[in-house]
């Protein structure tokens, strides 16, 4: 964490001006509260990538695929790029796309994320409204559920044990999104 506490030491949230380090501090416990060990060999690099998974996104300036794969090896930095959006093609549902054909560590850190973030807007429209929370974000709330429920309905729970707890977690915070979206 000491890295991704680096990469995004000045970025704050987008609703609340709380340290961005909470994403992936949040990422990390999701994976571990939903079954991924950390103590298994095979998932360290798939904690190391849910801690990075928006490093290189967010701090391109500083932080390059070379640096993370530099500090964390090979897998970890494979896994960062797989859910890293591009940035000469941001268009979201074709990074969903591209995530949906990878393997089993990348979907699990998207869905960990898309789960985290998912978490968040709720806890921001419940204490500050939907307009107000909708007016810091590019994409509709709306659409961003609709193109999320999406992801997750088309990610094949039985690939790992995690990634289908996570996707049934996602699943119930989409629609706790939409529930609190329309009130």
Known sequence: MQFANWA???QKNKMNDAPYIVNPFHVRWL????????????????FIAGDNHN???DNPE????????AQF???????????TLDPKN????????????????????????VLSNTMSLVLAIEKFGFEEVQKHFKMAI?????????????IPHNEHACLGALAKSATLALWQLE???RE
């Open 8 to 10: 995004h030491r000045n």
């Open 179 to 181: 529930t609190v979206a």
């Open 31 to 46: 994976l571990a509260t939903h079954g991924l060990d950390p103590d298994i060999d095979e998932n360290v690099p798939v």
């Open 142 to 154: 709306y659409d961003r559920f609709t193109m999320e429920i999406r992801f997750i309905n088309a």
């Open 73 to 83: 090896g090979a897998e970890a930095a494979r896994i960062v790029k797989g859910v």
């Open 90 to 113: 941001p268009d979201k549902q074709l990074s969903r796309d591209k995530i949906l054909a990878s393997d089993w560590k990348i979907k699990i850190v998207k869905v960990a994320d």
């Open 55 to 57: 490093a290189v996104e």
């Open 62 to 69: 500083e932080v390059t695929f070379e640096l993370i794969e």
